[in-house]
C-alpha cells in the first residue's frame, strides 16, 4: 500500500493512517537489518512499531508483501542512490570522474547503515520468495538493466562492462560489512587503482574457455564419515534450493537418505549443521577459487583470469551453488559463530597473499583482500538483480587494473 507523499490538507484519520503506515515500515525496516528474514513477522513488527498488529492485516497480506513494501519505500531507494553515487563518482554516469568522491561512495557502501543492511538482507531472501522477488526485479533489477545493458550509440559493450564490474563491487563491500574489524580496513589504495583502470579501460578480448566446474555446485566432502558427508551435502543443497527457513530437517534428511536420529547424533540444531557445513564448504571453496585464478593467470595473466572468474561465478545454470553461498553469508551476518568461522579463512587467506609478494605493504594487504573478497560476493550476486551479467567483458577493466 504506497504512503501519501505529504500529510497537507489531510483529515486527522488521514494523517493517522499515513504516520502509522510510516511507523510499520519503519519498523519493518529494523527487523530486516537487525533479525533478519525471520524477524519480518507480524507480531515483531508490530511490537518494535508500537502498535497492534491489525494495522499490519488491515494493509499486507502477508510478511512477503510487507517486506515487498519495505524494499520498495525504503530499501531500494537507499540501494539504487547508493549505487548511482558509486557510478556517478566514478565518470560512468554523465559525470567527470571524482576519485575522492568515487573513496568515498564506496566507503558508504562498506559502512552501512540500517537502511543499506536492510536491503542486503531483503535483496538476498528475495532468491527464495516470489512476492519479494518481483519486488526487487521491477525496481532495482530493471535499473541494473538499463544500467549494463549494451545499446547502440548510447552504451558501448566497454561502458556496460565498467558498471557492471563497479555494481559488483559496490554490492560486495555492501554485503560484507559485517565483518568484523571492517573499521580498521583502508581500501583507499585499490579504489585509486580501480579509478585508473576505470578511466582507461582496455579493448574486450576472447577470454579463454575455461569452465570453473567447481562453481558447479558443494564440492562433495570426505570427513572419513559417510552419512555426514551425505548430511552435510544435503544441508547445503536444501538451503541453496528453498533458503535456510525453508529447508526443514524433514528435507533435508531425506535428501542425505539417513534419519532424524544420525542429524541430531551428531549436531544439536539444524542450524549447527549448517553452520559446520558452511565453515568446511568456505574453506573448500577459498582453495579452489584461488587455485582456478592461479591457473589462468599463468597462461593468460591476472587481468584475464579476474575477467573469467567473474564470468564464471555469473554463469547461468549455477543459481543453486549461488544461492546457496548467498544464504550462508546471509545467515552468518545473524550467527556470530559462521561470521567469525568465516573471519578466520579470510585472515590465513590475507597471510598467505602478504607472503607470495602481491605489491603491497602489510598495511595494504587487508585492503586488497578486502577488494577481492568483496568482488567475489558482488559478483556472485549479481546475477539475482542482472542474469545477462556474465555476458559482459570485465577484461576492459581488470586488464589495465592487475596487468
Not at 145 to 150: G, S
Request: glycine fraction near 8%; charged fraction near 25%.
Amino acid at each position: 500500500m504506497p504512503a501519501p507523499t505529504s500529510t497537507r490538507a489531510l483529515r486527522p484519520p488521514q494523517q493517522r493512517v499515513l504516520r502509522n503506515h510510516e511507523r510499520l515500515i519503519d519498523a519493518a525496516l529494523v527487523a530486516a537489518d537487525e533479525d533478519g528474514w525471520s524477524g519480518l513477522n507480524f507480531a515483531n513488527v508490530a511490537a518494535r512499531a508500537g502498535l497492534s498488529r491489525r494495522p499490519l492485516q488491515d494493509r499486507f497480506t502477508d510478511a512477503s508483501h510487507l517486506a515487498a513494501a519495505v524494499w520498495a519505500e525504503k530499501a531500494d531507494p537507499a540501494l539504487s542512490g547508493a549505487l548511482a553515487d558509486v557510478l556517478t563518482a566514478a565518470g560512468l554516469l554523465d559525470a567527470e570522474p571524482n576519485v575522492k568522491a568515487l573513496i568515498a561512495a564506496t566507503d558508504a557502501l562498506a559502512h552501512p547503515g540500517t537502511e543499506l543492511r536492510a536491503a542486503a538482507e531483503l535483496m538476498l531472501v528475495s532468491q527464495f520468495d516470489l512476492v519479494l522477488r518481483s519486488a526487487v526485479r521491477d525496481g532495482l533489477g530493471a535499473q541494473m538493466e538499463r544500467w549494463c545493458t549494451p545499446e547502440p550509440r548510447l552504451v558501448t559493450r566497454a561502458d556496460a562492462a565498467r558498471r557492471g564490474y563497479l555494481i559488483s563491487l559496490g554490492l560486495g563491500l555492501l554485503l560484507a560489512g559485517h565483518r568484523p574489524g571492517i573499521d580498521g580496513i583502508d581500501m583507499r589504495h585499490e579504489i585509486r587503482l580501480l579509478a585508473q583502470a576505470l578511466a582507461a579501460p582496455a579493448k574486450p578480448t576472447a577470454l579463454p574457455r575455461v569452465r570453473a566446474r567447481h562453481l558447479d555446485g558443494p564440492t562433495p566432502f570426505d570427513t572419513g564419515d559417510a552419512t555426514l558427508d551425505d548430511l552435510l551435502q544435503a544441508v547445503l543443497e536444501q538451503v541453496g534450493a528453498d533458503g535456510f527457513d525453508g529447508a526443514s530437517v524433514e528435507r533435508i534428511v531425506s535428501a542425505a537418505g539417513s534419519s532424524q536420529g544420525a542429524l541430531f547424533g551428531r549436531y544439536e540444531t539444524k542450524l549447527d549443521l549448517f553452520i559446520d557445513a558452511t565453515r568446511r564448504q568456505h574453506a573448500i571453496s577459498m582453495r579452489s577459487n584461488h587455485d582456478y585464478i592461479q591457473g589462468i593467470a599463468a597462461g593468460h595473466g591476472a587481468g584475464v583470469a579476474d575477467a573469467v572468474t567473474l564470468r564464471e561465478f555469473q554463469r547461468p545454470g549455477r543459481e543453486l551453488a549461488r544461492a546457496h553461498l548467498m544464504e550462508q553469508l546471509r545467515i552468518s551476518w545473524h550467527e556470530e559463530s559462521l561470521l567469525l568461522a568465516q573471519e578466520e579463512e579470510l585472515e590465513v587467506f590475507a597471510r598467505e597473499e602478504f607472503t607470495m609478494g602481491i605489491g603491497r605493504t602489510r598495511k595494504q594487504v587487508p585492503g586488497y583482500v578486502h577488494f577481492g573478497y568483496a568482488l567475489g560476493l558482488g559478483a556472485t550476486a549479481l546475477p539475482v538483480l542482472f542474469p545477462a551479467c556474465w555476458t559482459l567483458p570485465y577484461d576492459v577493466v581488470t586488464i589495465p587494473l592487475l596487468d
